[in-house]
Structures are given as structure tokens and as C-alpha cells.
């Protein structure tokens, strides 16, 4: 599979290239960085004080699936299932960015790592990669002939458009991620030699993740006293 978890950003990294304007700058870095924390497993850093509102609210909508997490404690607890089950991994490709004084927009195919007990452990919202619904998963499951292998890594494929908000310091207010035609989401069931850890992730992401300059100086042309 011609899969570089490296490439995860090169749609922000381009439109970063050519924007000029500081806040919009900061932001798109903000969102760089918590993209390559999230799929390394270093999760308590997106909570950082110049990163993560205090209380977050992310949106999951697919299929009839309406999901919703509040505060920070529910928004972490989602992040560390992910990394120590190995379904932090994602990949995007093709993705457009739009970025605005507060949020962050973006288009992409995406394909998610989903672990094969997260199929059949009753279904529990909090184990399903975005916004995955059990009648989408039994459908695909079902047209291939298919029951989910719990010792098994998926990969799941899909089109995805998100929203991120940010408040006027730069930090994120949360998540609104939407996939508007998940019956033509797709379920594949990866070979051990192409399922990609949460270490092996960080591994290859960590010269990649760098600090997020400060607000003040780079936005406001102050120093924070």
C-alpha cells in the first residue's frame, strides 16, 4: 500500500507557503501541529494552555449519527483510546485548506486505521473512528461477505469535511467534522505487515513537530509579560 503518514500535512504546509497575514499564520500552524500530535499518541500535548480551550466541543455527524463531546476530559479520553489501540493513524490526500480569522476549513479523502474489536464491542461510539455508524459498518461488512476479525486492523475510507474553530487567542474551541456520503465509505481489512503503530507514528513524525510559536510576539507583536 502507498500509504506516508510524512504527507499528512502537505496541503496546510502549501497554503502556508503563501499566506502573509499573522493570525492566519499562527492558526494553520496551531492546526499542523495538533494533526501530527494526534497521530503520534502525544495527545496531553494538543491540551497545552496556547493550543486547547478550556472547554472544548467536538461534533461527529454521519449517517444518522450525532456525536458530541464536551470538555476536555471526554476529548482526551477519545484521543487515548485511539493511540493505544492504534486507530490514531490516519491519512488524508488531495485535501483543500481555507483558513478565516477563526476557524480552519478543509475537503479530503481520508482513510483511518479502525481496529476489529471496535466492530463488534458493542458498538460503543467512543471506539468508532469519526462518526462511523453500526448500520454503515454492517452494510459494508455484509457486502463483502464479511465478519469483523477482532484481532484484525481495518482501514477505512471515506470523504471528510471539517471545521475548526479557534477563539481569539488562537486556541481550539473544538471540532465539527461531517462526512456527507458515508455509503460510499469503504472498509478494508489491512495486512499485519501494512497496519502502522501509534510508536512507529510518532517515530517518523516526531522531525516533523515543532513548536507553536507565540501568539503575542507573532500575532500581536508583544511580549507576554
Not at 54 to 77: C, F, T, W
Not at 188 to 211: F, G, R
Amino acid at each position: 500500500m502507498q500509504l506516508d503518514i510524512t504527507k499528512l500535512n502537505v496541503a496546510i504546509d502549501k497554503l502556508l507557503e503563501v499566506t502573509e497575514n499573522p493570525r492566519h499564520r499562527f492558526l494553520l500552524q496551531a492546526f499542523s501541529r495538533h494533526r501530527y500530535l494526534e497521530v503520534a499518541g502525544r495527545y496531553e500535548e494538543i491540551f497545552a494552555p496556547d493550543m486547547m480551550s478550556d472547554n472544548p466541543a467536538y461534533h461527529m455527524h454521519a449517517d444518522r449519527i450525532n456525536a458530541n463531546l464536551a470538555g476536555q476530559e471526554q476529548v482526551k479520553s477519545l484521543y487515548r483510546m485511539w493511540a493505544e489501540t492504534n486507530q490514531s493513524i490516519f491519512y488524508v490526500e488531495n485535501e483543500e485548506v481555507a483558513v478565516a480569522d477563526h476557524f480552519i476549513a478543509t475537503v479530503s479523502p481520508l482513510q483511518q486505521q479502525v481496529w476489529g474489536k471496535a466492530l463488534t464491542a458493542n458498538k460503543a461510539l467512543s471506539y468508532l473512528p469519526h462518526a462511523i455508524s453500526d448500520r454503515i459498518l454492517e452494510k459494508m461488512l455484509n457486502a463483502k461477505g464479511l465478519k469483523a476479525d477482532e484481532n484484525a486492523m481495518y482501514l477505512y475510507k471515506t470523504v471528510v469535511e471539517m471545521i475548526w474553530p479557534y477563539d481569539d487567542r488562537g486556541r481550539l474551541i473544538g471540532e465539527d467534522v461531517w462526512e456527507p456520503e458515508p455509503d460510499k465509505a469503504e472498509l478494508i481489512k489491512l495486512d499485519a505487515a501494512d497496519v502502522l503503530t501509534t510508536q512507529q507514528a510518532a517515530m517518523l513524525l516526531a522531525p516533523l513537530i515543532k513548536p507553536l510559536p507565540s501568539f503575542d510576539e507573532v500575532v500581536l507583536g508583544t511580549s507576554r509579560q
